[in-house]
C-alpha cells in the first residue's frame, strides 16, 4: 500500500503558491512574445495612386525604413503585402529624427509579390506622396535614387509629377512579329485582327498594341487575356508586360460636365503575369511608352490618359523633347499601420 497525501487548494498557502507561479509563467510567456514580435518595427502605409479618391486607381505600400533590412526581407514584405508594388524608402546623407522631413533625398527600390522591378510610377507617387504627407516632409521637390537612375517628384499644385525616362516604343524585328504573335492573340483573343502597331520597349520589356480607331472603352473593357496563356507562350526573356491601347473618343471621360463634351487622349490597359500581377489597376510606367507613342500621333504635347482596369485612374503625360517625359497624377493614404518583424 502506497501512502499518499492529498493537498487542498482550500489552504491559503497553496493558492499563493499557485497565483505566484501562474503569473510568473505568463509574464515570462508575454515578455518572450513581445520580444518577438517586436524585434523590429517599421512604419507601412497603403496608398491609392493616380486618383483623388479612396478605393480606385493603383494601391501600393510604402515602407519608410528606419532600420535596414535585407533584400530576402523586403521580398517577404512584399509577399505578405500581395499588392501589384511595395516601396521602401530611406534618406540619404541623412540620420536623426528630422531626417524625413528635411531629406530631399532617398533611395528607392519597388517590389512586387514575385521579384524586384526597375521602374515603378504608382509606386513612386505612392512614395512621394508618403513622404509629403505623412511624414510631413518640407521640400516641394525630392530625387530618389532607383535602378532606373535619379527620378524627380515635385508639387505641383495639389498634384504629383514625376520626372520619368522616356521609353519610346520601337518596331518589333520580323522575327519577333512571328516570335510574339502567339502571344498577342493569347492577350486579344478575338479582337486580334484590330491591332494596328505593335511595338516594343526593349529597355522595359512592354510591348504595346494599338488597337484601331474604330474600338470603344467597352471594346478595351471587354477584353479578356489569358494569363496562364500568356506566360505559357512566352518564358518572359524578351516582354514582361503587354499594354493594349487605343485612341479616346467623345464620351470616355466619366467626370465630363453637363453639356461640356470632354475625351481622354488615350485609354489603355496593363496585363504583366510574368511579374505576378495578370492586369496593374493603373500604370506609371506604361505612361513612359504611351505618352512618346501617342504625342507624335496626335500631336499633342500633354495627354489625358485613363486606364481602364476595373479601379481605373487618371494619368496626365506631358513629352518634353528631352528624353524625359513628366507624370502627373494624384494620390491618397487609405491606410496607415506599422509591421511587426
Sequence with gaps: MVATRSYSLASPFWRERVASVCSSLLCSSSSANTQNVLKMQLKIFTVDAFTGKPFSGNQAAVVPLSQNIDDATMQKIATEMNLSETSFLAPLNADGPDAWTTCSQFSLRWFTPVCEIVLCGHATLAAAHVIFQNLGNTNNQLEFQTLSGTL????????????????????????????????????????????????????????????????TRHDLENIRPDSRAMERLHDGSKVKAVIVCVKGRPGDREDAQEGVEKEYDVLSRFFAPWYGVDEDPVTGSAHTVLGPFWSRRLGHKELSCYQCSPRGGKVVVRTRGDGRVDIIGQAVTVITGHLNL
Design 152 to 215: 524627380i517628384a515635385r508639387k505641383e499644385n495639389h498634384l504629383l509629377l514625376l520626372d520619368f525616362p522616356e521609353n519610346d516604343p520601337l518596331s518589333l524585328t520580323s522575327e519577333e512579329e512571328q516570335t510574339l504573335s502567339p502571344l498577342v492573340e493569347a492577350v486579344l483573343g478575338e479582337e486580334k485582327p484590330r491591332a494596328r502597331t505593335v511595338a516594343i520597349s526593349r529597355t522595359l520589356k512592354y510591348l504595346m498594341v494599338q488597337l484601331d480607331d474604330g474600338c
